[in-house]
C-alpha cells in the first residue's frame, strides 16, 4: 500500500506561483498529478518517471515544472503564471505494479494511488 500526502495549495492571484508537494510512503517508478475542478473531469497536468522524464499537458507547458526528490520521496509541481482556470483540487497519484501501466503518462488508467488532493484557487 502506498500513501501519498500533498501539501502547498493555497489561494493566490493570477499570474503568482505555488509549489505543491507530495509525500510518497515509499519509492514510485512513476507518478503524477492530476486535477479536477468543481462540475470538469480529471485531467492529467505532469507526470515524471524513474529516471525524469516528464510529460505536461498543453495547457501547463511553459508554465508547470514537475520534479522529484528521491532521497525524500517528494513529488513536487511547481506552478507558475497561474491563471484562474488553474483553479483545481490537485491530486498525485502512482501505478500499481509496472505491468499494467508501463508508460509513465498523463492517462489516469493505472494509477492506482491517490493523495487526499489540496486545493488551489487563483483568482483574477
Known amino acids: 500500500q502506498v500513501q501519498l500526502v500533498e501539501s502547498g495549495g493555497r489561494s493566490v492571484q493570477a499570474g503568482g506561483s505555488l509549489r505543491l508537494s507530495c509525500a510518497a510512503s515509499?519509492?514510485?517508478?512513476?507518478m503524477g498529478w492530476f486535477r479536477q475542478a468543481p462540475g470538469k473531469d480529471s485531467e492529467g497536468v505532469a507526470a515524471?518517471?524513474?529516471?525524469?522524464?516528464?510529460s505536461y499537458a498543453d495547457f501547463v507547458k511553459g508554465r508547470f515544472t514537475i520534479s522529484k526528490d528521491n532521497a525524500k520521496n517528494t513529488l513536487y509541481l511547481q506552478m507558475n503564471s497561474l491563471k484562474p482556470e488553474d483553479t483545481a483540487m490537485y491530486y498525485c497519484?502512482?501505478?500499481?505494479?509496472?505491468?499494467?501501466?508501463?508508460?509513465?503518462?498523463?492517462?489516469?488508467?493505472?494509477?492506482?494511488?491517490w493523495g487526499q488532493g489540496t486545493q488551489v484557487t487563483v483568482s483574477s
Open positions: 497519484a502512482a501505478p500499481g505494479a509496472r505491468y499494467y501501466k508501463p508508460l509513465c503518462d498523463l492517462s489516469p488508467a493505472g494509477y492506482n494511488y
Open positions: 515509499g519509492y514510485r517508478y512513476c
Open positions: 515524471i518517471d524513474k529516471d525524469g522524464s516528464t
